[in-house]
């Protein structure tokens, strides 16, 4: 099924959750956009909405059905650009959001795509290999139509470098010949880029220190708490450990522990990568109560789970003088308020976790010309890129007297509207 911009009335109603949020935010800079924003509008409707139906034949022989999205936010500017995510929350809103954000993002880096963002409806921990390799492929068949010239995906919760390479292969087996700048995060025997599994943590990493510096914070001395222990957080974590920080606390989707003195980060990936998930680390105490997390001594804390995270209910008990959202929207409209009043700085997700995409972006460029770039090389261009893009929204926050977050998305709302506006309306 799929239902076109004409059928999205429903828009136009009252929002809540991501979607509700990331127009919350549209709003906000509304008024920073002088003539463009006469195409406001642009932003609040995605171009494209998709709800597919994923039957597979399980192992076995029963015939078991998934709900699969696709949302095409904006192209504006390229392609749309952003991940598939398999998680059993999955919904329309979310998708909407995550697409919307990436349009946000890419335009912010300044990256010639646009936005947009897929997912699928269950856990895929509780499937087999096969059984999700099934659902990957009848997904990409599915929503074959947008693939390639209209959505490049990518991984995203749930996903890796594997389902990257069945999507590839389906849609290359489709059409009959081999196309690896369909997808990015590939493995790298198959067209993918070094460095892009690193990619969105080490820009967390970049975006920290340059902000930490901004408050004189010393990064080698600060303590730091992350939410999210996979390649965001855990990679975060890993290069600020090595940088002299202390992770003071972490926690993913099982338990939350503490060390106060600082977690042996490398001993604490090991063990997460061997028992699923941090719970019963002995370096460390730990809780059953969620909510602790939030209220831990830290000057950095780093959201890397998932969205709607810090909300009016857990913001006051933040203690940081820095929050980096690795995670998309993890702070609601209402948290950052409560934040700017307790003069917390947020460095905003369309900034912060933009590593991933701009190391995609240097994928698709390679596939595209087949020549590949050294570890080092995406390493420095990443750097450079995560700098240049935070300096200038530092510059216009402090300019205007707004949060990041404004400014933030008064670069890429600008950037797209301008786009939108010379290209005009057809027919």
Same mark, same amino acid.
């Given at each position: ?5 004409? $059928? ?14 990331? @127009?919350?935010?549209? &709003? ?11 195409? *406001? ?23 078991? #059905?998934?709900?699969?999205? !696709?949302?095409?936010? =904006? ?11 398999? #998680? ?15 349009? *946000?993002?890419?335009?912010?880096? $300044? @990256? ?5 963002? +897929?997912?699928?409806?269950? $856990? ?6 096969? /059984? ?11 929503? =074959?139509?947008? @693939?390639?010239? %209209? ?11 594997? /389902?990257?390479?069945?999507?590839? &292969? ?45 408050? +004189?914070?010393?990064? !080698? ?17 890993? @290069? ?10 972490? %926690? ?6 503490? $060390? ?60 940081? %003088? ?5 995670? =998309? ?13 307790? +003069? ?8 912060? =976790? ?11 460029? %390679? ?10 090389? *995406? ?5 450079? !890129? ?9 510059? *216009? ?31």
């Amino acid at each position: 099924m799929s239902i076109e911009q004409g $059928n999205l009335s429903y828009l136009n109603t009252p929002a809540v959750g991501p979607w509700g949020d990331y @127009l919350k935010q549209i &709003d906000r800079v509304a008024p920073y956009l002088g003539s463009l924003s006469r195409w *406001i509008e642009t932003l609040k409707r995605p171009k494209r909405v998709m709800m597919v139906d994923v039957p597979i034949k399980r192992d076995d022989g029963t015939i078991t #059905h998934f709900e699969g999205f !696709s949302v095409v936010h =904006n192209n504006s500017r390229g392609p749309g650009k952003g991940g598939i995510r398999y #998680h059993p929350d999955v919904s329309m809103p979310e998708v909407m959001a995550l697409s919307a954000w990436m349009t *946000i993002k890419n335009a912010a880096l $300044n @990256l010639p795509f646009g936005g947009a963002k +897929g997912g699928i409806r269950f $856990n895929p921990g509780e499937y087999s290999t096969g /059984e999700v390799e099934r659902i990957t492929r009848r997904y990409t068949s599915e929503v =074959n139509i947008v @693939l390639g010239e %209209q959505w490049i995906p990518a991984p995203d919760l749930g996903t890796s470098a594997r /389902e990257m390479a069945w999507l590839m &292969d389906t849609f290359s087996m489709n059409r009959g010949h081999t196309d690896y700048a369909v997808v990015t995060g590939k493995p790298v025997s198959l067209g993918g880029s070094l460095g892009r599994q690193e990619g969105t943590g080490r820009g967390v990493y970049v975006v920290t220190c340059e902000a930490a510096a901004k408050l +004189g914070i010393d990064v !080698s001395q600060a303590k730091v708490a992350v939410q999210g222990f996979g390649n965001v957080g855990g990679i975060a974590a890993k @290069l600020l450990h090595e940088h002299g920080a202390k992770i003071v606390a972490v %926690q993913d989707h099982k338990a939350t522990v503490f $060390n106060d003195k600082g977690l042996d980060i490398p001993t604490l990936i090991r063990y997460a990568s061997l028992n699923g998930s941090v719970a019963g680390f002995k370096e460390a105490s730990e809780t059953a109560d969620r909510g602790a997390f939030w209220g831990v001594d830290c000057d950095i804390m780093i959201p890397a789970a998932l969205e709607q995270q810090i909300t009016r209910e857990n913001a006051g008990s933040i203690r940081a %003088q820095l929050v980096v959202e690795g995670a =998309n929207g993890p702070t609601t409209p209402e948290a950052d308020d409560i934040l700017s009043d307790k +003069g917390v700085l947020v460095v905003p997700d369309v900034i912060a =976790n933009a590593g991933g995409v701009t190391v995609s972006y240097f994928e698709y460029s %390679q596939a595209q010309q087949s020549y590949w770039l050294t570890d080092e090389e *995406i390493g420095a261009r990443l750097t450079r !890129s995560m700098r240049e893009a935070f300096g200038g929204v530092w510059a *216009i926050s402090k300019e205007k007297g707004i949060s990041l977050r404004t400014a933030a998305f008064i670069v890429g709302c600008t950037r797209v509207l301008e786009a939108r506006d010379m290209r005009g309306l057809y027919p």
